[in-house]
């Protein structure tokens, strides 16, 4: 073969790897692959219960590079991608996850719930992301992702365990899965410890913080799963805003009472009327210094003792709730209003106003 040939031979060869090399084999199971990614089974519909699936990485011998999910979601606590022995679930995928040629990756989901799945595709060269964590001791592991699991996790951890994990960027981790054995087993950031299904949500970890893992001799759980915070999942809200919020509501609250108090309540009502009965005498009968009258009246904006004209008396009257015509009350004359008065005295001689 020509110098020629050979050329052209190397050429479709680099082609073919550059624009369509197959770097995954489907073994088994219902995944799908293309030339750079696979993808869960029916994707991007939700997969099924009991799936599975197996694949190999295909490299030629000149090529490196990593894999990252364009989209992933799993059951968090039950459905696995599992790349080499890493596992991804729920919303943390393989992030510039370095493959190596001959890596088996996995797909198992479980008997409840399912989820749209993933997309993976697979990049040259080496991984970009840089690593947050370094296992110092013990069986802890940290993935691509920089995502920080226990021993055995998802499996159950072992009695005796124990591990160090060193911080060596600055990270904010999100919790993804938390149960130990309480008050037994515990994982510690910076030496405050958590235990049973109690962790915090959100960890914000400085370069030279420290990850702990330690339990006892009895009783074992799945552990734990905490990957790096994205800000589009971060619900957190900090004390402070919250403090805020309440006290904009309440304070809104109080305003309000306040506006319904003075211009929403009904005004209070009247005093009742005050006014003055005129009254004439019809017949009296005198005893003494007083004499007595059957009367009538009509009303006049006073006070309440008239004098009656007629007969030079001063006669002193009450209001009444009555407006009955017996002897010793005024008697209804006019309408409206019905206000009646009753008779105390009068007195003769001369006419005047107490």
Same mark, same amino acid.
């Given at each position: 073969?020509?110098?020629?040939?050979?050329?052209?031979?190397?050429?479709?060869?680099?082609?073919?790897?550059?624009?369509?090399?197959?770097?995954?084999?489907?073994?088994?199971?219902?995944?799908?692959?293309?030339?750079?990614?696979?993808?869960?089974?029916?994707?991007?519909?939700?997969?099924?219960?009991? *799936?599975?699936?197996? /694949? %190999?990485?295909?490299?030629? &011998?000149? =090529?490196?590079? #990593?894999?990252?999910?364009?989209? !992933? $979601?799993?059951?968090?606590?039950?459905?696995?991608?599992?790349?080499?022995?890493?596992?991804?679930?729920?919303?943390?995928?393989?992030?510039?996850?370095?493959?190596? *040629?001959?890596?088996? /990756? %996995?797909?198992?989901?479980? &008997?409840? =719930?399912?989820? #749209?799945?993933?997309?993976?595709? !697979? $990049?040259?060269?080496?991984?970009?992301?840089?690593?947050?964590?370094?296992?110092?001791?013990?069986?802890?592991?940290?993935?691509?992702?920089?995502?920080?699991?226990?021993?055995?996790?998802?499996?159950?951890?072992?009695?005796?365990?124990?591990?160090?994990?060193?911080?060596?960027?600055?990270?904010?981790?999100?919790?993804?899965?938390?149960?130990?054995?309480?008050?037994?087993?515990?994982?510690?950031?910076?030496?405050?410890?958590?235990?049973?299904?109690?962790?915090?949500?959100?960890?914000?970890?400085?370069?030279?913080?420290?990850?702990?893992?330690?339990?006892?001799?009895?009783?074992?759980?799945?552990?734990?799963?905490?990957?790096?915070?994205?800000?589009?999942?971060?619900?957190?809200?900090?004390?402070?805003?919250?403090?805020?919020?309440?006290?904009?509501?309440?304070?809104?609250?109080?305003?309000?009472?306040?506006?319904?108090?003075?211009?929403?309540?009904?005004?209070?009502?009247?005093?009742?009327?005050?006014?003055?009965?005129?009254?004439?005498?019809?017949?009296?009968?005198?005893?003494?210094?007083?004499?007595?009258?059957?009367?009538?009246?009509?009303?006049?904006?006073?006070?309440?003792?008239?004098?009656?004209?007629?007969?030079?008396?001063?006669?002193?009257?009450?209001?009444?709730?009555?407006?009955?015509?017996?002897?010793?009350?005024?008697?209804?004359?006019?309408?409206?209003?019905?206000?009646?008065?009753?008779?105390?005295?009068?007195?003769?001689?001369?006419?005047?106003?107490?």
């Amino acid at each position: 073969m020509g110098v020629s040939s050979l050329n052209f031979l190397f050429f479709v060869l680099s082609f073919q790897v550059a624009s369509g090399y197959d770097y995954f084999t489907l073994n088994s199971g219902s995944c799908t692959v293309s030339s750079s990614c696979f993808y869960s089974p029916n994707y991007a519909s939700n997969y099924n219960n009991g *799936d599975s699936c197996s /694949i %190999t990485v295909n490299l030629p &011998s000149s =090529v490196s590079g #990593s894999v990252t999910a364009d989209a !992933f $979601a799993t059951e968090s606590c039950c459905d696995f991608l599992t790349i080499d022995g890493t596992s991804y679930s729920g919303t943390s995928g393989p992030s510039s996850r370095q493959v190596q *040629d001959g890596d088996t /990756i %996995t797909f198992t989901s479980d &008997s409840f =719930v399912t989820n #749209s799945g993933f997309s993976v595709c !697979f $990049a040259e060269g080496d991984a970009t992301d840089s690593t947050s964590f370094e296992v110092l001791t013990g069986a802890c592991t940290v993935d691509g992702s920089n995502c920080v699991y226990s021993p055995n996790y998802p499996s159950s951890y072992n009695n005796n365990d124990y591990c160090e994990i060193e911080v060596l960027v600055e990270t904010k981790l999100e919790r993804q899965y938390f149960y130990t054995e309480s008050s037994f087993d515990y994982l510690s950031f910076n030496g405050v410890s958590y235990s049973g299904t109690s962790a915090p949500k959100y960890v914000q970890l400085e370069e030279g913080d420290e990850i702990t893992f330690d339990s006892d001799g009895s009783v074992v759980y799945s552990g734990f799963k905490y990957c790096p915070a994205h800000s589009s999942n971060d619900s957190s809200i900090s004390g402070a805003t919250i403090g805020i919020i309440i006290g904009a509501v309440l304070g809104g609250l109080c305003i309000i009472c306040l506006i319904g108090k003075f211009m929403c309540a009904p005004p209070p009502p009247p005093p009742p009327p005050s006014r003055n009965v005129q009254l004439t005498s019809t017949t009296t009968t005198t005893t003494g210094n007083v004499a007595q009258a059957t009367v009538t009246r009509s009303e006049v904006p006073m006070a309440v003792v008239t004098t009656i004209p007629s007969n030079n008396m001063t006669v002193n009257v009450v209001p009444s709730n009555t407006n009955t015509g017996q002897h010793g009350q005024a008697n209804q004359s006019t309408e409206p209003p019905i206000i009646t008065a009753s008779v105390v005295s009068i007195t003769p001689a001369r006419a005047y106003d107490l």
